[in-house]
């Protein structure tokens, strides 16, 4: 037993000491090969899912594709699929290996991903190409996407990039990405770049070359500021120019997403993206998200004409920090892309002491209970404001309560939780001018948080990944054979 748990302990060493993914993920197969967790995986039974649920729908999906039987499989799968089918992706589930899952979830999705290929190569005598389209786009949207969010985190942003490094080298990024603040940047350097570009701009030299100097103090002047917004500024053009978010659109086809919150009263946060503000550049955008309120002015924003004129986008406004308003943005991205599934890199110094990066279920009444006093002190501590901003007639101390509102109000955790490590949650390096090697511990740092993720995310992305390729292909070749823009097949 002495020499079991010497292996374990050796083997968790190799896990925190790990300096790739590929090192990673081996130490985590050994350890759970010696601690048992395999014989845990191989085994169906567990209260944390409803395994004969799945167990059935294999065993359907295997006769199904023995007979290629498309229609039969076309119906299975209307019967049901969603990405927590049976409870199959359910965070308790976690806790019993270090790395994978039950073997039968991982069998149901290995059968679902064949049975998208068979509908998808289906002779068309027997399926035709619009009931193959009609298909994917039906299930294509009620199974939903997952999407990438960016939170606010001033310095900490860097850590984003490493989380966003270790999706990009993995083809995990999802195609729709919403920044908020320093997340905006990250956000909106995946929309602009391919794969490649991105890999070079990921690293700690470009970085630190970039933003070495973006805080520069100024002292409060006419624009009621701290810092001087010049260098940011610059760093922003050089990396995006005059890119419009549907410019952006079109190169990559990611659906960036960039929140930004108003400067007055009676004015809600705004998301700028290709379908809400094509015209929008990108830059501006970036700046005003960026806006942190008296740390840097707020922005007008602009936008690209047709015949390439710079103008002003929403004229007589001004936009600031939109982390204020809308740090994680799930609900309305939810609307716009059809997204039911959430991966959050999260830096904002507001919430990060507060959150744990699995949302687990309460497992006993003392954690049920303070769930709920938890909940009940965000309800009631709304309320008081609510109340207090009534009572106010400043206009300056009535907008600074709406903004403490919408933060406290905020959610700020979704599915996936990747985090900084504690010592990197310090104020220090919020409002710190970064030196080559912070913004190499951030990166580092965002990797290695990403690593233990990285399963569970290629687990939970991979069927609606794969339904939206195929019907990539399938409007391609539609727009082809009608002869129509290329373009216009991709912009679903």
């Known amino acids: 037993m002495a020499i079991f748990d010497l292996r374990l302990k050796k083997l968790e060493k190799d896990i925190e000491n790990a300096q790739t993914y590929d090192e990673y993920r081996e130490a985590c197969a050994a350890h759970d090969k010696i601690s048992g967790a395999d014989d845990w995986k191989a085994k169906d039974h567990s209260k944390d899912y409803d395994y004969r649920l799945i167990r059935k729908r294999v065993q359907r999906l295997q006769l199904a594709i023995s007979q290629q039987d498309a229609h039969g499989l076309m119906s299975i ?78 310095g900490l942003g860097f850590f984003h990039c490493g989380v966003v490094k270790s999706l990009n080298e993995h083809d995990l990024l999802p195609s729709v990405i919403s920044g908020a603040s320093a997340g905006s940047i990250i956000a909106a350097m995946i929309g602009t770049r391919s794969k490649q570009e991105l ?36 760093a922003l053009i050089e990396l995006f120019d005059v890119t419009t978010f549907e410019e952006a659109y079109k190169k990559t086809g990611k659906h960036i997403t960039v929140s930004v919150s108003p400067a007055d009263l009676h004015q809600q946060s705004r998301l700028l993206n290709a379908k809400t503000s094509p015209n929008a550049i990108i830059t501006q955008a970036v700046r005003a998200s960026c806006a942190v309120p008296v740390i840097f002015s707020p922005v007008q924003l602009r936008a690209k004409t047709p015949k390439g004129d710079i103008v002003p986008y929403i004229p007589n406004r001004r936009f600031a920090d939109g982390s204020l ?71 300056s101390a009535k907008l600074a309560i709406h903004k403490l509102r919408s933060i406290i109000e905020q959610q700020y955790v979704g599915n996936i939780n990747i985090l900084p490590s504690k010592q990197l949650r310090q104020i220090s390096h919020v409002m710190a001018n970064p030196t080559r090697e912070s913004i190499q511990e951030l990166i580092t740092n965002g990797e290695r948080a990403t690593w233990f993720h990285m399963d569970v995310i290629k687990r939970n992305t991979k069927i609606s990944e794969r339904l939206r390729y195929y019907l990539e292909q399938l409007k391609l070749r539609e727009a082809r054979e009608l002869g129509h823009p290329i373009s216009d097949a991709l912009t679903y």
């Open 199 to 234: 890999e070079t701009s990921l690293t700690s030299d470009y970085i630190y070359d970039t933003f070495k100097h973006w805080r520069k103090w100024s002292g409060i002047k006419r624009n009621k500021s701290l810092f001087d917004s010049t260098v940011l500024e610059n």
């Open 325 to 395: 308003m809308a740090d994680l943005p799930f609900e309305r991205l939810a609307r716009l892309y059809g997204v039911n599934h959430s991966i959050v890199s999260q830096t904002n110094p507001l919430a990060v002491p507060f959150i744990s990066e699995n949302r687990i279920d309460p497992q006993n009444v003392w954690d049920a209970t303070l769930r709920h006093i938890s909940q009940l002190t965000k309800v009631n501590s709304v309320f008081a404001i609510d109340v207090v901003e009534r009572l106010i007639d400043n206009r």
């Open 77 to 154: 799968i209307h019967e049901g699929l969603h990405g927590n089918l049976g409870n199959i992706a359910s965070p308790a589930l976690l806790s019993h290996c270090k790395i994978g899952t039950k073997q039968l979830i991982e069998s149901f999705i290995e059968h679902v991903d064949s049975a998208l290929e068979h509908i998808f190569n289906a002779d068309e005598n027997e399926v035709d190409f619009y009931e193959k389209l009609s298909f994917f786009e039906e299930t294509a949207h009620a199974f939903g996407r997952s999407c990438l969010m960016l939170s606010g985190g001033a």
